[in-house]
């Protein structure tokens, strides 16, 4: 699977049943569905741009449940076509859903139905939680807001998860990120079924890029979801955050969990829905981030004190995850404060989350509860000890730069 549309091998359409039509879009909507979400398939497929160059879809929102569909700011919205005008769709768009635990039982009939017709489904947001409570997303690779996927990894194990993507794009079923991400895919599917110049039409009359590049990665805070919080992997978690300043690897972590390698890579990986290398890497980072916007420490400094071998793997991993390099974020962010505004003073920021004693062991439940809380820049420890002796080659350079999505093999 590429990880640019334009490099993918081109994929054979599905054939539609005799009922449905591929210029049409059904956007399936519910109440207490966020409104900006819901908007997005809208515009793009609702509106006639054929004056600018893009084909004309035809669009149908349909109300996945009876009455009146409540949504941002207390405003009441009234579809015109209920869960039947589903069959006339070659496209079927469920732009987001109010619950991740309790998935719509009217809709998920109808979805299946659909795909087992012949019709592209598409998740966008918390949509992939209803793509993955109707089977669809079973053995397949999908994406949801990078809040949500550790969640929709725990709750659906089968699915994977990757928290990075943009969106995803696996030939009959689509997902994307959280709430912008969703023009991208959006957009994504009209450059799939009219080419990059309507696409790029398109783009400009919304006023956003043709293509962004990047994932998610610059915008993670790492949460983990709350039923971690029971799970004995909490605890060395909790460890991992309090001891970042220290070079260690995954193996010691799986040595701390009793743990194999294996096992303990597949054990993260259904709790967090990432692997535990590009997590505990993605944390180093984070926590370089947060020295970087509240010290005067050097760059070299920086990288010893998050727990990198050498400025030169700091430097490489940071430019990864946030598209620079250390020196030139800092320069950025400083020059964005207001003036007058002067850097705090290099000192250890201890997350809330994660209580450090003085003396004496940390007991089990505080453990556990602080690596259930949200882990970010906000959250991430930094002790103000020299770091630890090096231990292995753990931190080889990561995966090429995302150009923000996935596309079918």
């Known amino acids: 699977m590429s990880h640019d549309s334009t490099a993918a091998p081109e994929t054979t359409a599905r054939k539609l049943s005799g009922r449905r039509r591929r210029e049409i879009v059904a956007v399936l909507l519910f109440s207490g569905g966020p409104i900006f979400e819901s908007s997005i398939p809208l515009s793009v497929f609702g509106i006639d741009r054929q004056d600018a160059g893009v084909p004309r ?19 009441e919205l009234t579809a015109p076509h209920g869960l039947e005008a589903i069959g006339r769709a070659g496209t079927v768009v469920v732009p987001a859903w ?32 209803v793509l ?3 089977g669809l997303l079973d053995g397949r690779p999908a994406t949801t807001h990078w809040m949500y996927a550790p969640t929709l990894a725990k709750r659906y194990p089968s699915v994977h998860v990757d928290p990075r993507e943009l969106f995803v794009d696996d030939g009959d079923v ?23 110049e309507a696409a790029g039409a398109l783009a400009r009359r919304l006023v956003v890029p043709p293509r ?3 994932g998610q990665e610059r915008y993670l805070d790492r949460s983990l979801p709350e039923e971690i919080g029971a799970d004995p992997l909490a605890e060395v978690v909790a460890w991992a955050l309090e001891h970042l300043h220290e070079q260690f690897d995954v193996e010691t972590l799986a040595a701390r969990a009793y743990m194999s390698r294996r096992t303990f890579d597949r054990r993260f990986r259904s709790l967090t829905g990432s692997a535990p290398l590009q997590w505990l890497i993605t944390q180093r980072v984070l ?52 003036q007058g505004e002067r850097a705090l003073d290099p000192v250890p920021v201890t997350p809330q989350a994660v209580p450090v004693l003085e003396a004496g062991p940390v007991p089990t439940q505080t453990r556990r509860t602080a690596a259930a809380s949200a882990i970010g820049p906000s959250s991430a420890s930094v002790p103000a000890s020299d770091p630890g002796k090096p231990h292995s080659d753990a931190y080889a350079p990561g995966r090429p ?9």
């Open 57 to 75: 879809y035809r669009l149908l929102v349909c109300a996945g449940e009876e009455g009146p569909l409540r949504t941002t700011g207390g405003l």
């Open 98 to 129: 109010r619950s991740i635990t309790s998935p719509p039982p009217e809709a998920l009939d109808a979805l299946r139905r659909a795909h087992e017709e012949g019709a592209r489904i598409v998740g966008l947001c918390t949509g992939a939680f």
């Open 132 to 134: 993955a409570a109707a």
């Open 174 to 196: 689509l997902t994307s990120a959280g709430t912008a991400a969703g023009i991208d895919l959006c957009l994504h599917i009209v450059r799939t079924d009219h080419g990059n």
């Open 212 to 214: 962004r590049a990047g």
């Open 287 to 338: 926590q370089a981030q947060r020295l970087l916007e509240t010290s005067d420490y050097s760059v070299d400094e920086v990288a010893g004190r998050c727990g990198f071998r050498s400025p030169v793997a700091l430097r490489g991993h940071f430019r990864r995850q946030l598209g620079s390099s250390p020196a030139a974020y800092r320069a950025a962010y400083r020059a964005r404060r207001p």
């Open 401 to 409: 730069p995302l150009p923000g999505q996935r596309s079918a093999p």
